[in-house]
């Protein structure tokens, strides 16, 4: 576009338009002279004058606005138990609910639509009754077939509820109203425009209204007695209206058609779709093909062919021709993997080469395959982009990644479920190029982790500089904060030495790096083993004494283990030391490893029990310690189907039975909880360890980086089926490889904190700093709370200041630490240093030495030396180990994030000199500290507001089984009806 081509102006209202000077003025007396004049003022959202709209608590849902205003309104609302509604049932309605039910404020969500089922315009009355039955099974409650005639206020007119025309109420704290948009067309109106009497600016076929080089797009236009309130009929319109003003009186001017309403989305859980024409059977065709015709009676010739699954919570409804040789429209719900195939079926209007019955089974799960589609196949509904805009700018060479996809052709920057399927068609494209699909680990290897493994398995490379002289893009390069634990993984799980070792410490993330997992204040958790959550009275009583001694905050995990926080870095050595001498041993939680094998007493107690799950899962446990995998990976055993072990949603599982074991594989929790899937069934004892250890060292070896079993089995082509054929029926015949890769593996484990413990060598690797034993005790403050200390809570501000730009005065070098206290590694070394009240830290890489301050601003965390060091391009970076944010060391941009461009960091220069001491350019104590002082940004206890005061404060009210009086909500009485018994 050319320079000065587009002016714009902003927070500029228009106020009036002169048509016949064409002139446009604004609120700030702005007067801007047009040719053509675009109308594009939206909608807003409806709230009906119900009495009570403008009570404290009622709210639309349209803007960015509108949901902040509703976060910060519900924020005094949390932990309450106070209700909430959402008024309207249709998409942004079931939107609107999911909104409030992830703000956490209201103790239940309540969505009331006039209609007798939800999505009333995408689907059928019992497509609509099963996805009522689905949202509430989420625990939303639904009000059907009701009418708002009020909202309920106090006196101070707080909303208290919603009133319906039947008399009925439900109680409220908050209202949110979703049941449409009104066009903008005020301004169109006062100027004399033509505008429709229900609303909206009247446009004919090419978008003109009434006015010459007057247009209207979007929702405030009114186009064939329709205004379109969603966003693709938008942007068609705008697409059109481009092209009609900008080719030329010699191209042939396009016009507007009947937009397309199709849709695709998931709404609060359950995945939801129509396209075509999805009422065709209830309202009649929009279109037959040549030779059908409307019936006697005007009943279409429309047959519908519907799929019901009550279990699978699946309901599928097509509608063809009377002959089913076209296919006009549908929906589906709970699984829409077909959508872009059907849609683009529709839109071609062609005669079907495979018969109804055959569609309506759909693909087998998943996203659609991108070779099913044509190139005129609508992939991104949002923006209206099709197969063929996505192949062909990868054709040209425009993109390689998806990045670079979104950024040419905005697929999958709407609502970003297309985005698998923009993936696919990419990866596709690029291969019938020629080009390799590739999944490279990072910017410094051409393989991805699988490569890695098999390679560095096969030749033997067993140090990072191994590796990267022979699978490098550079010989010499340092790595980065991906690789480098990644390949540390690797070298762990095929080699099994000491993570900490010289030569691997600096590819370990920081619990690795210190055999402990960091905290909020810069401390660690210690975890011993306990393995199967069995434990006996003496290994409890030397964890209690340590924990004492230490003062660490003590909690029981959800693996059945003890974990005691606030550890000092300093400390870790001599607690271990005291663990480890009364027999306890690591319990590997800082580690991508086996963490527990969680186990309910089976037989040993339980009057239910089938098997000895505590016997079993003590067994696994002891075997599969300290194995090192892609990712973390949890165990369980259950004695009998009760489950109470919850073996069902673990990495693997047992449950017993009358003949062995069933065998379940690929569960978790966490982000993106998944249901375990059943391996083998009434496996003997005796052939439990063979099975897993070939499911292990499967997984261990074909896994990604940082992949769960879950997502691994998933993306196994064919999934557990696949899996099966190879664990059960060797089908790849590599059964014996993967035993013996995984009895090499277990045969050689050792305690690494024993190992660590029996070397004095490594006690300065814990040291807080290199250069002093004077210890910054805490960086956090400390809180008591239930007779144990926790540091207090994070601030939700960081430190945005400008530290890189801190113009600093009398410069002078300075000896800080003596160069023997680094060790000339080809990862890096690094440690922490004390000048003052100001912590640094200083890191030598390739024989240089660097210097910046030790705090991490996003957090205020006191911990860069411990991070990663990274390389690329000439340029070096530490990655913060809290939340990875890279600071650069070198050069002009030496203390920017490359991540963050909020986040800055003092660098200063440093040197090592004759005297064997590293010299580092500072400014005076009172200055550094004045800037980067500990004192300065510690955490204080009453930074952060409490979470937990307003409802501390409720529940003072609600004390034992005698009636009080709780906030005007009348007595609670004992044992009545609506008491609260605490």
């Known amino acids: 576009m050319p320079t000065g081509a587009l002016g714009y102006h902003l927070n500029s209202l228009v106020t009036e338009i002169d048509t016949d000077n064409k002139t446009v003025k604004t609120a700030n007396g702005l007067e801007v002279v047009y040719d053509s004049l675009i109308l594009a003022t939206g909608s807003v959202p409806i709230l009906p004058p119900w009495k009570g709209h403008n009570a404290k608590g009622v709210f639309v849902y349209r803007t960015v606005e509108d949901l902040e205003k509703m976060i910060a309104f519900s924020a005094s609302k949390k932990g309450l138990g106070l209700p909430g509604v959402c008024v309207g049932g249709g998409l942004l309605g079931l939107e609107a609910a999911k909104a409030m039910i992830d703000l956490e404020a209201y103790e239940s969500v309540t969505v009331i639509e006039t209609f007798k089922y939800l999505l009333a315009r995408q689907v059928d009355s019992e497509g609509g009754a099963m996805i009522v039955e689905q949202v509430e099974n989420l625990g939303v409650k639904v009000k059907l077939g009701k009418m708002v005639s009020e909202i309920l206020e106090d006196e101070d007119h707080n909303v208290t509820g919603v009133k319906f025309n039947d008399g009925d109420e439900v109680p409220a704290s908050c209202v949110c109203v979703a049941i449409g948009v009104r066009p903008r067309d005020d301004l169109a109106k006062k100027s004399g425009i033509e505008c429709a009497p229900r609303g909206g600016i009247l446009v004919g076929d090419n978008l003109q209204t009434n006015v010459p080089n007057v247009y209207a797009i979007g929702e405030c236009a009114n186009w064939a007695g329709m205004c379109y309130g969603l966003y693709a009929p938008g942007i068609e319109m705008a697409d059109i209206l481009a092209f009609n003003l900008t080719s030329g009186r010699k191209a042939s001017l396009r016009s507007v058609t009947t937009p397309d309403m199709s849709t695709k989305l998931k709404l609060l859980g359950v995945e939801v779709a129509s396209f075509g024409d999805a009422f065709a059977d209830m309202f009649g065709p929009k279109w037959l093909p040549n030779g059908l015709r409307t019936g006697e009676e005007g009943k279409a010739h429309v047959k519908a062919l519907t799929y019901n699954d ?328 259950s004695g009998c189907v009760r489950e109470c072990a919850e073996a069902q949603n673990k990495d693997f599982g047992l449950v017993a039975t009358e003949k062995g074991y069933n065998i379940y594989v690929g ?223 070198n050069g002009e941009k030496a203390g920017s994030c490359s991540n963050d461009d909020s986040m800055n960091i003092a660098t200063f220069p440093a040197e090592e000199r004759e005297d064997g001491w590293v010299y580092v350019k500072l400014p005076p104590v009172d200055q550094l500290d004045g800037v980067l002082g500990t004192e300065k940004w510690k955490i204080k206890a009453g930074e952060t507001e409490d979470p937990f005061a307003k409802m501390d404060d409720k529940l003072r009210g609600m004390k034992g089984r005698k009636g009080v009086q709780t906030n005007g909500a009348g007595k609670v009485v004992e044992n009545g009806a609506n008491g609260i018994d605490w």
């Not at 055959?358 to 087998?364: D, H, N, R």
């Not at 020629?434 to 030749?459: T, W």
């Not at 029996?758 to 814990?766: H, L």
């Not at 290199?770 to 400390?782: K, L, M, R, Y």
């Open 310 to 637: 009550p279990f699978g919570k699946i309901y599928k409804k097509y509608l063809f021709t009377s002959d089913g040789k076209y296919l006009l429209g549908g929906m589906m719900i709970g699984s829409t993997g077909d959508y872009s195939k059907l849609l683009s079926v529709v839109k071609k209007q062609r005669q079907l080469e495979t018969s109804p019955g055959e569609l309506i089974v759909g693909s087998a799960g998943g996203e659609v395959d991108a070779n099913d589609l044509d190139d005129d196949a609508q992939v991104c509904s949002c923006n209206n982009v099709s197969k063929g805009d996505i192949a062909g700018v990868v054709k040209e060479g425009k993109c390689k990644t998806i990045g670079d996809v979104k950024a040419c052709t905005k697929a999958g920057t709407g609502c970003g479920g297309c985005v698998p399927l923009v993936t696919t068609i990419m990866n596709t494209t690029l291969a019938e190029m020629g080009q390799e699909v590739n999944n490279f680990l990072c910017p410094h290897f051409d393989y991805s982790r699988a490569d890695l493994f098999s390679i560095i398995k096969v030749k033997e490379l067993k140090s990072f500089e191994a590796t990267m002289k022979e699978c490098g893009k550079s010989a010499q390069s340092l790595g980065c904060e991906i690789c480098k634990p990644t390949i540390g993984s690797i070298l762990a799980s095929l080699f099994n030495g000491h993570v900490i070792a010289p030569s691997r410490k600096g590819l370990q993330d920081t619990n690795d790096k210190f055999l402990a997992n960091i905290q909020r204040n810069g401390t660690y958790s210690v975890v011993p083993r306990v393995a199967g959550g069995e434990i006996t009275p003496d290994k409890m009583a030397c964890i209690s004494r340590v924990a004492k001694k230490y003062n660490l905050y003590c909690k029981i995990t959800g693996g059945q283990r003890i974990d005691m926080f606030g550890a000092r870095k300093q400390d870790l050595l001599d607690i271990w030391t005291e663990l480890v001498d009364g027999g306890l041993e690591s319990g590997h939680a800082y580690a991508k490893s086996l963490r527990t094998v969680k186990s309910c007493v089976g037989t040993t107690w339980c009057r239910f029990g089938v098997g000895d799950s505590v016997g079993m899962a003590i067994r696994i446990e002891e075997r599969y310690k300290g194995v090192r995998a892609p990712h973390k990976i949890k165990g369980g055993v």
């Open 667 to 889: 569960g978790n929790g966490g982000a993106k909880p998944r249901h375990s899937e059943i391996l083998a069934k009434d496996v003997p004892l005796h052939e439990v360890i063979p099975i897993l250890d070939r499911y292990l060292a499967f997984y261990i070896r074909m896994a990604d980086r940082l992949q769960r079993t879950a997502r691994w089995i998933e993306g196994l082509p064919g999934g557990i089926k696949y899996l099966k054929e190879v664990i059960l029926d060797d089908r790849l015949g590599i059964a014996k490889e993967l035993e013996k890769q995984m009895e090499q593996l277990t045969s050689s484990y050792f305690c690494e904190w024993t190992e660590v413990v029996k070397n004095p060598t490594r006690r300065a690797q814990f040291a807080q700093f290199a250069n002093t034993s004077d210890n910054i005790v805490d960086t956090i403050e400390p809180v008591e709370e239930r007779s144990q200390q926790r540091p207090s809570y994070w601030p939700k501000e960081s430190a945005l200041v400008d530290f890189r730009g801190t113009e600093w005065t009398d410069m002078s070098w300075q000896p800080i630490v003596e160069a023997s206290k680094f060790q000339d590694l080809p990862t890096g070394d690094s440690s922490a240093v004390k000048r003052g009240d100001t912590q640094l830290a200083v890191f030598k890489i390739r024989g240089k030495f660097y210097c910046t301050q030790q705090m991490c601003p996003h957090k205020r965390a006191f911990v860069l030396s411990d991070g990663l060091l990274g390389d690329a391009d000439n340029k070096l970076w530490v990655s913060c180990p809290y939340h990875k944010r890279n600071y650069e060391l």
